[in-house]
Every structure is written in structure tokens, then in C-alpha cells.
């Protein structure tokens, strides 16, 4: 808005042949507002009253609307007020929909958004929240799983990369991530993961009920489509999503699973926190407070269970090591059994029949295991197919047989066979015609 004087001194200015854009940066005002006073379109000191609201008149419409039918879809809303008289375009509609607040809250819909929230107590070593994060096109190929186990606590994380979803992979790293942990809370805390809770209930699965017997934990399920209930492993996947998966440098799970621990035991422990009387502490210092059940001496016995392809060299691949079976099997898919707490790993054929038996070799260690008799077999196999023969002369000419010549004969018919001139009827024939 101009003032009096600023008004007088723009229409001087303009009678002097100055320009719009020139009286505007004169005054510092925005040209159309110059432009507007000199047109007579506003007056000095008197401000120009609001726009009329577009939506006013058809908010009674829409509410009776979204009382019909809370999930309406905006798009069909809009072409019903347009056709009643919205003059304004589709997102302008949106934006007055949302700076209103018409749509009603859906509880069942949207979880903890539009209402009230609290921050829940966990006492120290009463909880552990458990969670899979899955990454795929891992830089070693295929996709990466990994479990993380949070103490709500304290936020302490630990995590293990596992080859699958299974239950006995599930296990495994569960055992792994509580011994990193030093411990395991009364209570496991878990979303609705098909492996420990029973689909559709909140029962725990027959089969893995004797896991959380053997570490005397309790399974708490979180309740049904309220994630919040296990926010902290949530954070935890978030943080370490963003500040390890996507910085990390590893090219294989044994190098991730060394870089994962140096991580969540380095950064994620550093974080900084307040303890409930306002004292600045650490999330390492709060984790080393928490009073944990201790662990038993093994792992649960369950038994991984996973499928290779057998290499040329007759082993097969598990845990950044090779395992030897008897030649002869090459290409051909066998499985790997190995009992957790057990110092072995089992190879069977896809009939059941067991191939071989090896003490496990230290995860990433890259050996090849292989008994004195496997390498004594494979070694008659290989040695077996050299020959001392010379090699053949690929430069030598070796015109078709007689055999390859008949035969050509034959599937070529009369249209095979070679033109034979007689030049005694040829001469009689010349003659004949001459007289």
C-alpha cells in the first residue's frame, strides 16, 4: 500500500516521463502496486479488502460428503463442486481441503497420525524390539537381510546379516545379535513376523515357542497394525539404513556383517542422550547399565538349511568357505544342513543321501576343506581325462571321403550325379548336321 505522499510522488514522477519500473524502484514497491495507484485501480491509505473465500460456499456440501464417505476420493469430490459452481483449479482445491481440515480423522486408517502420542517407559533390560530390514541389489548380488535387535532402554542396536527369512535363519541371528548385545531382556518384542507369531492371532508359533523357552524370554507381539508400539528398532532401521547402508563399502556379507558390528558398536553407540533427571550420557553408557538375563551356553539347536550348486573344482560355497564333495557332481544343486551349536556342516544329495561331512571353517576365512580321500578321488578324475597324445593338425587338407562322396550321391539324386560328354557321339553328331 502507498502512502499519501508516495502516491503524489509517483504520478510527479510519471508526469516527468518516468517509467513504471523506474517509479517503482524509486519508491521500493512492487511495480504492480504502482502501477495499480496510477491506474486509479487503489486508493492512498485505504487497503483493498480480501478476496472472498472460493471454498465458502460449498463447505457445507463437502462435509455432508465426507460424512457419507470419510475416504472420498478428492478428484471425485472435485468434479461434483465443479459442476456445482468451484471455479478454482483442482490443486487449489486440494490445498483448501487440507488447510481446513474437512476430511475426518480415520483412526483405522492412519495410525498414530492426527492423534495424541506419548513417549513409552521401558524400564532398563525389560525389552528387546526385534526387526527385519531387507536391501535389495547388494553389492555381493541378491538381497541383503538384516536383523536388528534394540534395547528400548538405552537404544543400544546390534545386528546380523542372515542369508534368508526362515525361522532357523531367524534363530540364528537372533542368538548372534543377544550375544553382541551381552544378554537378552525378558521380553522379545516383535511385529507380526510369520516365523514366531501364528498369521492372523497373537499366538506364538508351535515351533518357536521352545526358542524363547530355551533363552527364558517372552514373546510380546506388537497389537495389530500399531508399529509405533515398537518405534525404537524402527528408529534403529532408519539410522542404520541411513548411516550404514548407504556409506557402506563392503563386497561380500562377511565384510558387511565386520562393518555393521564396527558401526552400531562405534556411531550408534556414541549418540548422545539424557537420563530422566536431564544428565547428558551415551547411548553405550546407558546400554552397559541395563541389567540383561544371561545367555545359555549354545544357541538353540536349529538346523540352516540352504541350497548350492556344486563348482567345477567339486565344493561348494557356505559362509566365505568351500566345501568339498566327490567328483562327478558338477552343476549339480546338493544341500546344506548345519545344526546351530554343531562344529559341522552336513552336504546331502537332493534324494536325501548324505555326499559329505566337514568341520565348520572360521566364517570369511576363504579355505577350501577338503579330506585327503575327496582330494585323492578328484585327483585320479582329473589326471584320468589328460592324454599325451599330439594334438591334431587343424591346418591339414582333408578333402571329402568316399563314403561322405556316396553319401552326398545319394541325397542328391540324379541331380547329384556328374555330366559325362562323349566326344566321339558329339563329333558324329557335328558331321550329321553339316551334310
Given at each position: ?41 487503489r486508493q492512498p491509505g485505504v487497503r483493498v479488502t480480501a478476496v472472498l473465500d ?382
Amino acid at each position: 500500500m502507498l502512502t499519501q505522499g508516495e502516491d503524489v510522488e509517483a504520478h510527479a514522477l510519471k508526469e516527468r516521463g518516468w517509467s513504471i519500473s523506474a517509479i517503482a524502484r524509486h519508491l521500493d514497491r512492487d511495480r504492480k502496486t504502482v502501477r495499480s495507484y496510477l491506474n486509479g485501480d487503489r486508493q492512498p491509505g485505504v487497503r483493498v479488502t480480501a478476496v472472498l473465500d472460493p471454498l465458502a460456499d460449498f463447505e457445507v456440501y463437502i462435509q455432508a460428503r465426507f460424512a457419507d464417505d470419510p475416504h472420498l476420493w478428492a478428484t471425485s469430490l472435485f468434479v461434483e463442486v465443479t459442476a456445482l459452481g468451484y471455479a478454482r483449479s483442482y490443486p487449489t482445491f486440494v490445498r483448501q481441503l487440507r488447510q481446513r481440515a474437512l476430511r475426518p480423522h480415520c483412526e483405522a486408517c492412519r495410525g498414530v497420525k492426527g492423534r495424541d502420542t506419548i513417549e513409552i517407559v521401558h524400564p532398563p533390560g525389560e525389552e528387546i524390539q526385534w526387526d527385519w530390514f531387507e536391501r535389495r541389489r547388494a553389492p555381493w548380488g541378491g538381497t541383503a537381510y538384516v536383523l536388528l535387535g534394540t534395547l528400548p532402554h538405552s537404544s543400544r542396536t546390534r545386528g546380523v546379516l542372515a542369508e534368508s527369512l526362515d525361522q532357523a535363519h531367524l534363530i540364528e541371528a537372533m542368538d548372534a545379535v543377544m550375544r553382541r548385545l551381552g544378554g537378552t531382556a525378558r521380553v522379545w518384542r516383535t511385529d507380526r513376523l510369520a516365523t514366531v507369531i501364528v498369521p492372523g492371532s497373537r499366538h506364538v508359533q508351535p515351533s518357536f515357542a521352545p526358542v524363547a523357552k530355551h533363552y527364558g524370554a517372552i514373546v510380546e507381539p506388537c497389537p495389530p497394525r500399531r508399529g509405533n508400539r515398537k518405534g525404537a528398532v524402527e528408529a534403529a532401521v532408519r539410522f542404520t539404513c541411513g548411516r550404514w547402508w548407504r556409506t557402506m563399502t563392503a563386497t561380500s556379507p562377511e565384510e558387511a556383517q565386520l562393518s555393521l558390528d564396527r558401526f552400531l558398536a562405534g556411531a550408534g553407540d556414541a549418540r548422545e542422550r539424557r537420563t530422566a533427571t536431564g544428565v547428558r550420557t551415551t547411548v553405550g553408557a546407558l546400554g552397559d547399565a541395563e541389567p540383561l538375563l544371561a545367555l545359555p551356553a549354545g544357541a538353540f539347536p536349529a538346523t540352516i538349511e540352504v541350497t548350492r550348486v556344486v563348482a567345477a573344482n567339486a565344493t561348494v560355497a557356505f559362509r566365505g568357505n568351500r566345501y568339498a564333495v566327490p567328483p562327478g557332481l558338477t552343476d549339480a544343486s546338493v544341500q546344506l544342513r548345519h545344526r546351530l551349536g554343531s562344529p559341522t556342516v552336513e552336504i546331502h544329495s537332493p534324494a536325501g543321501g548324505l555326499l559329505a561331512e566337514h568341520r565348520l571353517a572360521p566364517a570369511g576365512a576363504g579355505s577350501i576343506v577338503r579330506s585327503a580321500e575327496q582330494h585323492a578321488a578328484l585327483e585320479r578324475v582329473v589326471l584320468s581325462a589328460f592324454t599325451t597324445d599330439r594334438p591334431c593338425d587343424r591346418k591339414a587338407n582333408r578333402p571329402p571321403g568316399p563314403d561322405a562322396i556316396n553319401e552326398a550321391a545319394r541325397l542328391l539324386g540324379n541331380e547329384g550325379r556328374a555330366v559325362v560328354v562323349d566326344l566321339a557321339a558329339y563329333a558324329t553328331l557335328v558331321e550329321g548336321s553339316a551334310s
